[in-house]
């Protein structure tokens, strides 16, 4: 169903577009990096909250792009707008709850999260959730826009929107901190016009009747009960799943903001590079969901396999090459952050140790599980995922961390182990062959 072409055209802008995505939050970072520690160690905390919910709006836009797939793969093209145009009103929707309740709760929230940080760092992170919070209701819509046109196999779509967002992002930060000295709120500032701007552009494309898929009259509202409930059933378990992933990882982060500043502004660095190193297996995971849903919805298992087969071999060589990369490459990249010594020696450490595990266990743990989820199998990942993370990632932290007094390190060594157990238990679940003939669209 998929020539080389076809896969080279999907898998490539994808891996451009996840580059550009990461460079937003990278581009706050390194550029609030030169008004001091505490901007930085601000942002990274609210980051956690941040990506918690474009972990949730970009699960759900995968259960739509998932059941958008499956009826192109049987040529339904009807249906597969009906399904695009009810997964952009119904994420919407859930991303103005949930700014709702963030504007209100603001200072609550951080300090319910994160405890008693030092004064400097949560005035900094209550600036940068504000302006956050706004944009999330634009970035529900750019993700699910991307996720459809995914589905479509059109990612270049995606990828020049991103390529747009980063632009305007950098030229904001650029202006904003630099010249009239903002900060915090200059970053947050450029990085919420990014995000509209991608909304509305992503929106636009939409409405295209040349796509396979078109979306037209959003203003005209009208939630279909069957439908919705074809995109949650795969939506909400991967939300589900994802949402108690990031919830685990602020549950971490507050333990690491305990271990103080150097801990917490080490952690951002590494974890700001370790994004990077992760974006091929994320790239072609979002891939195997257009590959695999449209040859499930088509019957097609065995070349699901197949192809499934072939992405992950594609996502070992292309990880291993990049995070090699960055171990050759680790102290110019941590000295670009401008750190104490005792900040950059532990960044230091953190990246090795993640570089050298990450290309070994990180594609079984997060690029295969997708594979399942295309082919209606959400609900085993999900139970796995969930368990690994409280047992390994969140128990493990908080013994080694804190037990053990080994700090942010013990964090990332309890990361890991959770990478372990979910490469495993996948990899058995994947050739098993337990995950076709799941009840579909």
């Known amino acids: 169903m998929f020539s080389r072409k076809d896969l080279r055209k999907l898998i490539i802008p994808l891996v451009i577009e996840q580059i550009l995505a990461v460079t937003i939050g990278m581009a706050d970072t390194v550029m609030v990096s030169s008004v001091g520690e505490a901007a930085v160690s601000g942002i990274s905390l609210v980051d956690t909250i941040n990506v918690l919910l474009i972990n949730i709006f970009s699960a759900l836009a995968t259960g739509g792009a998932v059941v958008a797939a499956q009826y192109m793969g049987r040529k339904d093209h009807d249906n597969a707008n009906t399904a695009a145009k009810q997964l952009i009103l119904s994420t919407t929707a859930v991303s103005f709850l949930i700014m709702a309740v963030s504007l209100l709760l603001k200072k609550p929230l951080l300090r319910l999260i994160f405890g008693s940080i030092e004064p400097d760092v949560m005035s900094n992170a209550q600036i940068y959730f504000l302006l956050s919070a706004l944009s999330y209701p634009f970035l529900a819509a750019y993700n699910s826009g991307a996720a459809l046109f995914r589905s479509m196999g059109n990612s270049k779509v995606s990828m020049f929107t991103s390529l747009i967002m980063n632009l305007v992002n950098v030229c904001g930060n650029a202006v904003l901190i630099y010249i009239f000295n903002m900060g915090v709120a200059g970053a947050g500032i450029a990085s919420l016009a990014s995000r509209a701007l991608g909304a509305i552009v992503m929106l636009l494309l939409l409405r295209n009747r040349n796509n396979p898929i078109s979306v037209r009259q959003l203003h005209r509202i009208r939630f279909q009960p069957a439908m919705i409930k074809n995109i949650m059933r795969i939506g909400v378990p991967n939300g589900l799943e994802n949402s108690m992933f990031q919830i685990g990882k602020i549950l971490t982060s507050s333990l ?186």
């Open 256 to 441: 690491i903001a305990s271990f103080g500043t150097v801990a917490i502004a080490a952690n951002a660095v590494a974890n700001t590079v370790a994004s990077m190193e992760c974006i091929p297996g994320s790239a072609i995971g979002l891939g195997m969901v257009t590959v695999v849903g449209q040859c499930v919805g088509a019957g097609e298992y065995e070349q699901a396999k197949k192809y499934t087969q072939k992405l992950m071999l594609l996502t070992y060589i292309t990880m291993a090459i990049l995070n090699i990369g960055v171990l050759l490459a680790r102290q110019p990249i941590v000295e670009f952050y401008h750190l104490s010594p005792q900040t950059m020696e532990l960044a230091r450490w953190l990246l090795v140790y993640h570089s050298l595990l990450c290309m070994i266990i990180w594609p079984l743990s997060f690029t295969l599980p997708n594979a399942l989820r295309a082919a209606n199998d959400v609900r085993f990942p999900m139970a796995i995922s969930i368990i690994s993370m409280w047992v390994c990632r969140i128990g493990m932290s908080y013994l080694l961390g804190q037990g053990f007094n080994m700090g942010v390190k013990g964090v990332w060594i309890a990361m890991t182990c959770d990478w372990l157990v979910r490469a495993s238990i996948f990899a058995w679940r994947f050739l098993s062959g337990r995950w076709k003939n799941k009840k579909g669209v």
